[in-house]
């Protein structure tokens, strides 16, 4: 009886610990900003206004995860399909008031893969979507004329698999955009591999050949 009691232990503690590291960003790798600043993960902050939060150098936190849509959630160039199990995450670089800034091809790698972006100039998709997949804790701008990426600015961005690479350019206020993953990848760490990513002891093996 006091095996199968541990083993009801086990398997919870281990069903938790899932829970724990559901999918998330892994690492962040590229060049400093035109700031001589280099981009970081974070925890959710209070705000992502740009008259509240301030940084020199793109910024990316994890937001809802493991959301099952409901309906299709419309994204740059498609939809993702209803009763997909996704995990949201925000990439923004709001620089300091007269702090003119350009970070250029900044790779952001996810436990799981890229499912789509919502980066509109204008940022309808994200501002439908901040109820759904923002941070409850966080608060948002909402609609911007630019809170989006502007492309005639070089603003860029393009994915493989779990990772996307984003260029932004801000001269004033701020850009922000929102990336979906697929849910149910575990944030396991197994050391950096040979382009200076984190990723889960899988990839490390496929990554050897084992």
Same mark, same amino acid.
């Given at each position: 009886?006091?095996?199968? @009691?541990?083993?009801?232990?086990?398997?919870?503690?281990?069903?938790?610990? #899932?829970?724990?590291?559901?999918?998330?960003?892994?690492?962040?790798? @590229?060049?400093?900003?035109?700031? @001589?600043?280099?981009?970081? +993960?974070?925890?959710?902050?209070?705000?992502?206004? &740009?008259?509240?939060?301030?940084?020199? #150098?793109?910024?990316?936190?994890?937001?809802?995860?493991? =959301?099952?849509?409901?309906?299709?959630?419309?994204?740059? @160039?498609?939809?993702?399909?209803?009763?997909?199990? =996704? &995990?949201?995450?925000? +990439?923004?670089?709001?620089?300091?008031?007269?702090?003119?800034?350009?970070? =250029?091809?900044?790779?952001?790698?996810?436990?799981?893969?890229?499912?789509?972006?919502?980066? &509109?100039?204008?940022?309808?998709?994200?501002?439908?979507?901040?109820?759904?997949?923002?941070?409850?804790?966080?608060?948002?701008?909402?609609?911007? #004329?630019?809170?989006?990426?502007?492309?005639?600015?070089?603003?860029?961005?393009?994915?493989?698999?779990?990772?996307?690479?984003?260029?932004?350019? =801000?001269?004033?206020?701020?850009?922000?955009?929102?990336?979906?993953?697929?849910?149910?990848?575990?944030? #396991?760490?197994?050391?950096?591999?040979?382009?200076?990513?984190?990723?889960?002891?899988?990839?490390?093996?496929?990554?050897?050949?084992?």
């Amino acid at each position: 009886m006091r095996y199968f @009691g541990w083993l009801i232990v086990g398997l919870l503690a281990c069903h938790l610990t #899932a829970e724990v590291l559901h999918a998330a960003i892994l690492a962040v790798d @590229g060049p400093p900003s035109s700031r @001589g600043e280099t981009a970081v +993960i974070i925890a959710a902050p209070a705000s992502v206004h &740009d008259d509240a939060f301030f940084a020199d #150098a793109m910024r990316g936190f994890d937001e809802r995860q493991g =959301v099952v849509l409901q309906k299709r959630l419309v994204v740059d @160039g498609g939809a993702i399909a209803a009763g997909t199990a =996704v &995990d949201s995450h925000l +990439i923004f670089l709001s620089p300091y008031p007269d702090h003119p800034t350009r970070h =250029v091809a900044v790779s952001w790698r996810f436990s799981g893969p890229v499912l789509g972006v919502m980066s &509109d100039t204008h940022c309808e998709l994200q501002m439908q979507s901040d109820a759904l997949l923002g941070n409850p804790g966080t608060r948002y701008p909402g609609r911007s #004329a630019f809170r989006g990426m502007e492309r005639r600015l070089g603003d860029d961005y393009h994915s493989v698999a779990e990772t996307i690479t984003v260029t932004m350019t =801000v001269p004033q206020l701020g850009d922000w955009i929102r990336v979906i993953t697929a849910a149910g990848y575990p944030a #396991a760490y197994s050391g950096k591999d040979d382009n200076g990513f984190y990723g889960t002891e899988a990839d490390a093996q496929r990554r050897r050949g084992n």
